[in-house]
């Protein structure tokens, strides 16, 4: 089969890989149809994640067909069409009996990061009755593959973490994929205002059309100063959602006394944590990798069309093409990218 294979920072090629077979009785092998390429994918590019090893298959989302099953999987077959989590989750050791499956003591965030991943024609999915989830009759598989990561991300990392309330006014730094994903599903909770930040003036026009009430072009203003003229006190819930040290530190000074600052972004660099400023503000701090406990949730919610996720959505490629789409997707700005959808047809 051919798959996305990395070779250390800056270095990925297309190639002719084995296809995968079952190791373990509770796995399966999915043959993937559509998936697409994460933010994390280029930290992990950039060095940022070096438990990443040379020759290891990237990606951790997408839907397929599921090819082979082991004997203990007792809820997928071969044929079955499947959403895979990008949190694997075996469902009984300790950590996922607390609902957190991102510390899965035989799983957690593995998928294109400790095995091989799901931007290749198959993946072997360890865990698959806890790890894959059936694709409704009629779904778009388009949109369902968003449920794969960046939307249960953006709301249980962003909005359940951040504790967004009726009311409240929220900020998001970082107007990508998550923070757009992060925008979308706080509205569930109609907070008064959604003020979204960033240095892309198409991103924020996208924020604006998907519920932002301000847009902020922290290049061409003083974001602090324009935050603090909307609520005066500061924002009730900061999320950050784009894992450098400056916008952390510009989250740090956005948020009101009693606030929650909720990191979603993927950190490779260390960031300052000014306690000299914020130590008697009565703030929380949030981080933590998705659970994806809100899964299923947010299936009914995209499948009833009640929330869009398709518009994320902006550039379409075959698989046999990823190269490109990953130029397209580092070059965010300039081809006003957002997800991108790998057909494999």
């Not at 957690?108 to 806890?130: C, F, K, M, S």
């Not at 990561?149 to 249980?156: K, R």
């Not at 240095?199 to 974001?223: M, P, Q, S």
């Not at 914020?278 to 703030?283: E, G, K, P, R």
Request: aromatic share 4%.
């Amino acid at each position: 089969m051919k798959a996305l294979v990395y070779h250390g920072p800056k270095q990925k090629s297309w190639e002719e890989m084995p296809v995968p077979v079952i190791r373990q009785a509770t796995d399966a092998v999915v043959r993937i149809t559509k998936t697409t390429i994460c933010g994390t994918d280029l930290h992990i590019l950039k060095g940022d994640v070096p438990e990443v090893t040379d020759g290891r298959i990237l990606g951790h989302e997408g839907v397929g067909v599921v090819v082979e099953t082991g004997t203990a999987v007792s809820n997928f077959k071969k044929g079955d069409r499947v959403l895979i989590s990008c949190i694997t989750s075996c469902g009984k050791c300790s950590y996922c009996k607390k609902g957190m499956y991102s510390h899965c003591e035989d799983g957690g965030w593995v998928l294109g990061h400790l095995i091989d991943g799901t931007q290749a024609e198959y993946v072997r999915i360890p865990h698959a009755d806890n790890s894959l989830y059936h694709i409704p009759d009629n779904s778009d598989e388009e949109a369902l593959v968003m449920l794969s990561d960046i939307l249960p991300t953006g709301f249980e990392c962003g909005v359940l973490n951040g504790k967004v309330k009726p009311g409240a006014t929220v900020v998001i730094v970082g107007a990508g994929p998550i923070g757009l994903a992060s925008l979308l599903t706080a509205q569930f909770y109609t907070p008064s205002e959604i003020i979204m930040i960033d240095t892309d003036d198409n991103r924020l026009a996208v924020a604006a059309t998907f519920g932002a009430t301000h847009i902020i072009n922290n290049v061409k203003e003083n974001a602090v100063e324009k935050v603090k003229r909307i609520a005066a006190r500061g924002a009730d819930t900061v999320i950050e959602a784009v894992g450098i040290p400056a916008t952390f530190e510009l989250c740090e000074l956005l948020v009101a006394p009693g606030g929650t600052i909720a990191n979603i972004g993927v950190h490779g660099k260390k960031v300052d944590l000014h306690l000299e400023n914020l130590w008697a503000h009565n703030i929380t701090i949030t981080t933590g990798l998705v659970d994806t406990v809100t899964t299923p949730m947010l299936l009914n919610i995209v499948h009833s069309k009640k929330l869009n996720a398709k518009q994320l959505i902006t550039h379409r490629f075959a698989l046999s093409d990823i190269i490109i789409a990953y130029n397209t997707f580092e070059q965010a700005a300039k081809e006003k990218a957002l997800k991108v959808i790998l057909n494999n047809t």
